[in-house]
């Protein structure tokens, strides 16, 4: 067999003679080639020959991030020769529909939005790293949380709350205060506001809730008059508002704001005592906000002022840094409050219950792409880890539920392996498959128990070990204490800023279409938060003041 061949070889022509006739031809037409300077609308290499051109392993999967052709392709590898100029018939004739890199290039751009965040739509986001400053490992057997000195990568996203993904960073709104760790027991996400509490404490209320405050569905303008209308049934929302209607409704930037968790987590030692916990964010370069004129003045200049100031002091090396504190409460003391520390619309007063330090988070590197970084990332209350648990606070437990679901629509179901959501530890589990997954994955044993998969359960992680009880019921809570908090508030305001918070309770409640009845009801709860305040209220309203 071996032998024929060799006898067929010596039968053909050789072409060695052709090769040195061909030779300074074609050493000719390279030097021509490169004697053009490289350009974007020159002919480029060929693909074949470039050495600028990685090397192809036809074994290995190309990483999701490669876009690192010396040349123009098409989104499946092939040289794309001419990227100026649509393929027509003769010079001016009709485009070819086999023109497959123009239709691509058209599809890909058609399809470049994503559904938008429901809320927090507009934000900007930045890269650092948190340290543990104290010992916290007596309340939580977190790792990360485990030593002082002990650093974690993190990822923030701070944002508006109502408006749409391209609305001004000036608007009066709470602001979103989301952190991802990316710790070695998987992702715990933080994700907070800058104002300590919150509107509603039932989440069966939060759709309605952001429907009142989004956008008319008939005039597509957001109106005092069913904001008003809808808060006028819920006066739980008093406290929240003394943070909405006053200077923090409007932080200078990113930079100047506080952070809270807001809703109230278990910490969980590693002998499984439970403590009830709120945490905090304090910037180290303090509290600023922008007051109306200021807004007006700066949003009429930018309307992305926030998200410039934060990417131009990273990049100039001035990282905005907050210090981490937390309140505890021993979980079987949460019955000795005029409170009840579940509900979001409290805070824990700091004179009885002090923050105590845990570490700084400093923001040091600038996202690379804001589609990857900032649109596809999904922050979620329900992503925790060992030594932090839920409480029963029912805001955060319908919040358990919400936002990895509407992440699953937002970004499909495999959002949790795009790069900024992935865990950074290693993980093991079956679920696979679904739209978009990228995960290469050679196993054959996609089912558990088995005998041929070694992967064990994990350690038992403590869980609070409370004994849960009581039948079926949907109520509100006994102790509502609406208006305390927030009337001590009012009175912590200097005369100037108690006034700035009053015109803006005025302005909301003048709009044409908030009627006498809402006047009434409004001034009725905030005169019970502080006599004072409902006068001055009522007066400025032309309104009697209704206890
Ligand atoms: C039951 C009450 C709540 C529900 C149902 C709810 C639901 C949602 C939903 C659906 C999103 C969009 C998530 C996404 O598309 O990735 C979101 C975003 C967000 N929510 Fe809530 N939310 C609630 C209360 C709160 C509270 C109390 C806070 C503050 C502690 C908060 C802070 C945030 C933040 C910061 C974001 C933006 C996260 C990011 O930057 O991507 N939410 N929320």
Redesign the pocket.
């Known amino acids: 067999m071996g032998r024929r061949i060799e006898s067929e070889q010596s039968t053909k022509p050789s072409l060695v003679p052709y090769f040195f006739f061909l030779l300074p031809l074609l050493v000719l037409i390279a030097n021509h080639h490169c004697s053009f300077p490289p350009s974007n609308t020159t002919p480029g290499p060929n693909p074949r020959r470039d050495p600028g051109r990685p090397a192809m392993d036809p074994y290995r999967h190309r990483p999701s991030s490669g876009n690192n052709s010396s040349f123009w392709t098409t989104n499946s590898g092939a040289p794309v020769w001419n990227n100026n100029s649509a393929l027509t018939v003769g010079q001016r004739g009709p485009i070819l529909l086999e023109d497959y890199h123009l239709i691509e290039k058209l599809a890909q751009f058609d399809r470049e939005r994503i559904p938008e965040?429901?809320?927090?739509a507009r934000?900007a986001?930045a890269k650092g790293f948190f340290e543990v400053t104290h010992d916290v490992s007596h309340l939580t057997c977190a790792d990360f949380l485990r030593a002082p000195g002990v650093q974690t990568p993190v990822i923030v996203?701070?944002?508006t709350?109502v408006h749409e993904r391209g609305s001004p960073e000036t608007l009066r709104d709470?602001r979103?205060?989301?952190v991802k760790f990316y710790t070695r027991e998987g992702n715990f996400d933080l994700?907070?506001?800058n104002m300590p509490v919150?509107f509603?404490r039932d989440?069966m209320k939060?759709?309605d809730m952001v429907h009142a405050f989004k956008p008319n569905p008939k005039t597509n303008l957001q109106e005092n008059w069913r904001i008003v209308d809808f808060f006028s049934h819920h006066p739980e929302s008093m406290h929240m508002f003394t943070f909405l209607f006053d200077d923090v409704g409007i932080p200078l930037n990113y930079r100047h704001m506080e952070g809270?968790?807001?809703?109230t987590y278990t910490l969980i030692s590693r002998d499984g005592k439970p403590h009830l916990v709120k945490f905090h964010w304090k910037p180290t370069c303090g509290v600023k906000c922008l007051l109306d004129d200021e807004a007006v003045t700066v949003g009429g200049t930018c309307h992305s002022h926030a998200t410039k100031d934060l990417y131009d002091s990273i990049a100039a090396g001035n990282f905005p840094e907050w210090k981490l504190y937390i309140q505890t409460i021993d979980a079987d003391h949460e019955d000795k409050f005029d409170f009840d520390p579940l509900d979001?619309t409290k805070t824990w007063p700091e004179d009885i219950i002090p923050l105590q330090p845990v570490g700084r988070m400093v923001l040091n590197k600038n996202i690379d792409n804001f589609f990857a970084e900032n649109e596809q990332?999904?922050?979620?209350?329900a992503i925790i880890v060992p030594g932090i648990h839920y409480s029963d606070d029912k805001?955060?437990q319908?919040?358990i539920?919400?936002?990895a679901?509407?992440?699953r629509h937002?970004?499909g179901p495999n959002y949790l392996m795009l790069p900024v959501n992935a865990p950074k530890c290693a993980h093991h589990n079956n679920h696979h498959d679904g739209f978009m997954n990228f995960m290469h994955r050679d196993e054959e044993v996609n089912y558990f128990p088995s005998r041929f998969d070694p992967a064990r359960h994990a350690e038992k992680v403590p869980i609070p070990p409370r004994v849960l009880t009581g039948c079926r019921e949907k109520c509100i809570i006994h102790k509502e204490n609406n208006f305390k908090q927030a009337g001590e508030r009012y009175r912590s305001f200097d005369p100037a800023r108690q006034d700035r918070f009053i015109q803006r309770v005025v302005d909301a409640l003048s709009d044409p279409r908030v009627t006498h009845e809402h006047r009434s009801i409004w001034i009725s709860y905030w005169s019970q938060c502080d006599a004072s305040l409902g006068q001055k209220l009522a007066s400025r309203l032309n309104l009697k003041p209704n206890m």
């Open positions: 965040r429901v809320v927090h934000g986001s996203r701070f944002s709350v709470p979103g205060f989301a994700v907070g506001n919150f509603i989440g939060f759709p809270f968790g807001v809703n979001v990332i999904a922050f979620c209350p805001l955060l319908t919040r539920f919400s936002y679901d509407t992440q937002r970004l």
